[in-house]
């Protein structure tokens, strides 16, 4: 079974500065990585996904994530955070072998600050 | 553009009332999917349909009911047995069996019972 978890529930930076979010999964099988943000009252939007190929997966909005497989880590990093990256940050795995279903970790509230 | 649309985005419920939220999509994705979200515990996954006129049970369907009868429409109805129904309420579909497509999520319902 797949199981998701955001080592931090809430992480304050101020504003132009890099931010690391935290994720670590368990899964016995080759595994599909994803990073969803959500502003407050909408919906999920996928900021960026790990298939296969290179560890480092670059998404929208400036964010990056790197895949370790021997750390069983798919952290999200941003270089130089904004005021508009204040949100919610939600980490989810599949695998072929859940079909199309993700798991979701329980989210990291981004908050920045001036 | 295709996408998800969740209606109301806002719902009013006295107590001992079933209320029926919509989601509807035109991405002619197989599987649809309800998730319940409390503020500090993600995203719990209510029902899920793989195809029409099926549909599994997530971790929490009691109190709640679905129908798949089109594959455009995946209603959830949050019935009077459903005792803490105040919550913000997430629809997503994707391809079933295809897991490095990830979600695409609605814009959500937030429930508020009265």
């Given at each position: 079974?797949?199981?998701?978890?955001?080592?931090?529930?809430?992480?304050?930076?101020?504003?132009?500065?890099?931010?690391?979010?935290?994720?670590?999964?368990?899964?016995?099988?080759?595994?599909?990585?994803?990073?969803?943000?959500?502003?407050?009252?909408?919906?999920?939007?996928?900021?960026?996904?790990?298939?296969?190929?290179?560890?480092?997966?670059?998404?929208?909005?400036?964010?990056?994530?790197?895949?370790?497989?021997?750390?069983?880590?798919?952290?999200?990093?941003?270089?130089?955070?904004?005021?508009?990256?204040?949100?919610?940050?939600?980490?989810?795995?599949?695998?072929?072998?859940?079909?199309?279903?993700?798991?979701?970790?329980?989210?990291?509230?981004?908050?920045?600050?001036? | 553009?295709?996408?998800?649309?969740?209606?109301?985005?806002?719902?009013?419920?006295?107590?001992g009332q079933n209320v029926t939220l919509?989601?509807?999509?035109?991405l002619n994705h197989d599987a649809m999917?309800?998730?319940?979200?409390?503020?500090?515990?993600?995203?719990?996954?209510?029902?899920?349909?793989?195809?029409?006129?099926?549909?599994?049970?997530?971790?929490?369907?009691?109190?709640?009911?679905?129908?798949?009868?089109?594959?455009?429409?995946?209603?959830?109805?949050?019935?009077?047995?459903?005792?803490?129904?105040?919550?913000?309420?997430?629809?997503?579909?994707?391809?079933?069996?295809?897991?490095?497509?990830?979600?695409?999520?609605?814009?959500?319902?937030?429930?508020?019972?009265?």
């Open positions: 079974a797949q199981s998701v978890t955001q080592l931090d529930s809430q992480v304050p930076v101020f504003e132009e500065a890099p931010v690391e979010l935290r994720c670590n999964y368990s899964s016995s099988v080759s595994v599909y990585l994803f990073w969803y943000v959500q502003y407050p009252n909408q919906g999920l939007q996928l900021l960026l996904k790990y298939l296969s190929g290179s560890t480092l997966v670059k998404g929208i909005n400036g964010f990056e994530a790197e895949f370790n497989k021997s750390q069983t880590s798919f952290h999200l990093r941003k270089p130089s955070v904004h005021i508009s990256d204040t949100a919610e940050y939600f980490c989810a795995v599949s695998d072929r072998a859940s079909g199309s279903r993700l798991t979701f970790g329980e989210g990291t509230q981004l908050t920045v600050n001036p | 553009d295709g996408g998800i649309t969740q209606s109301p985005k806002y719902l009013f419920r006295k107590e919509s989601c509807e999509q035109n999917y309800w998730y319940r979200q409390d503020p500090g515990q993600g995203l719990r996954l209510i029902y899920y349909s793989q195809i029409v006129n099926d549909f599994q049970k997530g971790d929490i369907a009691e109190g709640y009911s679905v129908s798949r009868e089109k594959k455009e429409s995946f209603p959830l109805t949050v019935t009077s047995a459903q005792k803490n129904p105040t919550a913000f309420y997430l629809c997503a579909s994707s391809e079933w069996g295809l897991a490095n497509y990830g979600y695409t999520f609605g814009s959500g319902t937030r429930l508020t019972v009265v």
